[in-house]
């Protein structure tokens, strides 16, 4: 199975800004649901934002509405995830994940597969 490859990550002071990316062989995003996950030590992997195939509906947890936002470049067939206004609590391994086949349960991480290796973000001062 051809999983995703994510990267940007990194240290930033609270309040500070990443854009994080990922991309994959095999997949056309713009034909998949896609998004972004994360997992802090020691908790479970929970959804941050996700995007619908074609219509590129975005969905977002709660905790990152108004600072997070996903976005894809049919063109490099990238997707991205534009953090603004860090916060400590978001300091985690964060992945893409594409929608099993025939499925779509935005930030339901048991609904999505072909996780990569991860990108760590950590915010601290």
């Known amino acids: 199975q051809v999983h995703f490859v994510e990267s940007g990550g990194g240290l930033v002071q609270p309040g500070g800004s990443l854009t994080l990316s990922c991309a994959r062989s095999g997949i056309t995003l713009n034909n998949t649901a896609v998004g972004w996950f994360r997992q802090a030590p020691g908790k479970q992997r929970e959804g941050v934002a996700c995007i619908s195939s074609r219509a590129g509906t975005t969905v977002y947890a709660d905790s990152v509405k108004g600072r997070f936002t996903i976005s894809r470049d049919n063109s490099q067939n990238t997707l991205y995830l534009q953090m603004n206004n860090l916060r400590p609590e978001g300091t985690a391994v964060y992945y893409c994940?594409?929608?099993?086949?025939?499925?779509?349960?935005?930030?339901?991480?048991?609904?999505?597969?072909?996780w990569g290796q991860g990108t760590q973000v950590t915010v601290s001062s």
């Open positions: 994940g594409s929608a099993l086949p025939g499925t779509y349960f935005p930030l339901d991480s048991s609904f999505f597969t072909s």
